[in-house]
């Protein structure tokens, strides 16, 4: 597509639920890295892959969560029985060849609240 | 890891006043920066990459700056369009590795 995708725009959970967040990057982008950003903070790595490998998982806070990507494209980010920190905006970007020549392209956002 | 400070944190502006913006970091090696623009309920938008010391980028009322040690943004008569989130971050360390951004600079820019 055109730019990165991201889905739900907005999601509402319980706590203690499980929750899927994805990305649709832009084709031909080999490189995705998931983003979180809690109210007026700053943005915080949370995992980056490369093709379909995560070279880097190192941002991830805890094993509640989990990312996948599959085809080289879309990926989605799960987090199990969610808890109230976990609200936050979470960004997905993409950039091509990962080389680190380029800057990311970043969706709008998935909006996450745990009530 | 590479260190990334951005001040002010906030800056109140009223329309037409010029001010600049300032991301200082510690990094292994100047590899350039990259400034994005994040607007509220919306993902960062890439506004310019930075290569070398010395450079400069401009686009509309903005122009960027890059030194050995840091980097400045000017807002040059700044509309209230301009009003958004900056932020900046050096290159990855290596190929692929995640970006580290600043905290980020909120711009609000009054009529």
């Known amino acids: 597509g055109a730019g990165v995708s991201q889905s739900p725009s907005n999601k509402v959970t319980e706590k203690g639920k499980d929750v899927e967040l994805r990305c649709d990057p832009i084709?031909?982008?080999?490189?995705l890295y998931w983003y979180r950003q809690s109210l007026g903070q700053g943005l915080e790595f949370l995992i980056y892959?490369?093709?379909?490998?995560?070279?880097?998982k190192s941002g991830l806070p805890s094993d509640r969560f989990s990312a996948e990507r599959t085809g080289g494209s879309v990926s989605t980010l799960t987090i199990q029985r969610t808890q109230q920190e976990d609200s936050a905006v979470y960004l997905c970007?993409?950039?091509?060849?990962?080389?680190?020549?380029?800057?990311?392209?970043f969706g709008s956002g998935t909006r996450l609240t745990v009530v | 890891e590479d260190q990334v400070t951005q001040s002010p944190e906030a800056l109140r502006l009223q329309e037409g006043e010029s001010s600049s913006l300032n991301c200082s970091y510690t990094?292994?090696?100047?590899?350039?920066l990259f400034w994005y623009r994040q607007d509220p309920g919306k993902g960062p938008e890439f506004l310019f990459t930075?290569?070398?010391a010395g450079e400069e980028k401009e686009k509309e009322r903005l122009k960027a700056t890059l030194t050995k040690k840091e980097s400045f943004l000017h807002i040059t008569a700044p509309k209230p369009e301009d009003s958004a989130t900056y932020l900046c971050?050096?290159?990855?360390?290596?190929?692929?590795?995640?970006?580290?951004f600043g905290g980020g600079t909120r711009v609000l820019v009054k009529p």
């Open positions: 970007a993409s950039s091509p060849k990962g080389d680190g020549n380029y800057g990311y392209t």
């Open positions: 084709s031909g982008h080999t490189a």
């Open positions: 892959f490369q093709g379909n490998s995560a070279p880097d």
């Open positions: 990094v292994s090696g100047l590899r350039g």
């Open positions: 930075l290569y070398s």
């Open positions: 971050a050096p290159p990855p360390e290596a190929a692929g590795n995640k970006l580290t």
